[in-house]
């Protein structure tokens, strides 16, 4: 299975954000509003899901202990 990269997944993200951005804006939601939002959303998911809530360290996926995290890179066969 072949794993989509970092800027493959910020390009699909960019386009699914439209219309959620353009909703947001037609009900006057600001943009300090959304940052406060989606970053406490990604804090949230993160914790529980990665972070000490699962009995895991925390870690970033860039940083070098993200193959600690228990995630594994797919490495094409020669």
């Excluded at 910020?10 to 959620?20: D, F, G």
């Excluded at 600001?30 to 914790?47: C, D, G, M, N, Q």
């Amino acid at each position: 299975m072949t794993m989509a990269t970092p800027r493959q997944v910020l390009a699909a993200t960019r386009q699914w954000l439209k219309p959620v951005i353009f909703i947001l804006l037609k009900c006057g939601v600001t943009w300090r509003e959304f940052s406060e939002l989606s970053k406490s959303v990604y804090v949230e998911i993160a914790t529980r899901r990665f972070g000490n809530e699962a009995g895991r360290p925390m870690c970033g996926i860039r940083e070098p202990g993200f193959l600690k995290c228990g995630f594994s890179i797919p490495v094409p066969a020669m």
